[in-house]
């Protein structure tokens, strides 16, 4: 497993600065924000810029929402971005109805346009990673499954997160029944279940082992995804990195 860390952990920073510090502290790769970040500042000078670093661009952390009325207008301009940064992956959103109060005509067009951004992504060589999150269909367990199950395509897997109001025990079934279909990870916590203060990954209120413990051969990426306030920005991501690389198999070669 390798370790990267999302830009958006410090998106009030530039990108620039971002990558420098993800280096000095030892990350494989970066995320790149799908905002800001790729607003202020070309793909392939982001792309450089890690180079030089010697760091990988995993995913572009895009904010391409299936099943939105956006979705046609974005599909072509998001993907060029990705391979602008040399990206492998590109992350998607799935719709915008959570999973069991949604209906059948969101569902249908969600499951059409991942086909069509994962065939698309596909044929430039790209994966599409699906953030797991509330207010989409893949905000639980089943909801994730049968998504990424109807779309059924080697290069469309999960961005596996645990969610911050899903009880300990139910996020360490999760990351069983989804490790299979997942092929991303994002890292974050807070100190108490449904609660809004980040906190260092050593002290999130689920067991942060016990969930990553079904990834144990997973050969992607965990990425650190927001980080705590209470310690300077480096200190927080330099802490979150050794926790990580703490509890997972390191794969990244020399």
């Given at each position: ?29 970066v995320e790149i924000w799908g905002k800001d970040h790729v607003a202020d500042t070309d793909p392939e000078r982001i792309a450089e810029r890690a180079a030089d ?95 990424i199950e109807a779309v059924d395509h080697e290069s469309c897997g999960l961005n596996y997160q645990p969610g911050f109001s899903i009880p300990a025990a139910e996020l360490e079934r999760e990351a069983r029944a989804l490790e299979s279909i997942s092929n991303q990870l994002h890292l974050q ?66």
């Open positions: 497993m390798n370790v990267g860390l999302c830009t958006i952990s410090g998106k009030e920073r530039g990108v620039e600065e971002v990558i420098d510090l993800a280096a000095d502290v030892g990350y494989d790769g670093a010697g760091l990988e661009i995993p995913t572009y952390g895009s904010y391409l929402r299936c099943g939105s009325e956006e979705f046609d207008d974005e599909l072509s301009e998001k993907l060029a971005i990705a391979e602008g940064l040399g990206a492998d992956m590109i992350r998607v959103w799935a719709g915008s109805q959570e999973y069991g109060d949604h209906d059948e005509g969101h569902w249908k067009q969600v499951v059409a346009d991942l086909e069509r951004v994962t065939e698309a992504a596909s044929d430039r060589g790209l994966s599409v990673t699906v953030e797991k999150h509330a207010n989409t269909v893949t905000n639980d367990l089943e909801g994730a499954r049968r998504l916590g807070t100190y108490e279940r449904s609660g809004s203060e980040r906190a260092p990954l050593a002290e999130v209120y689920y067991d942060l082992e016990a969930v990553l413990d079904p990834f144990g051969d997973f050969e992607g990426y965990a990425n650190v995804e927001f980080v705590t306030q209470d310690r300077s920005y480096r200190e927080a991501i330099a802490a979150d990195l050794e926790t990580v690389r703490s509890l997972v198999s390191y794969s990244r070669s020399a």
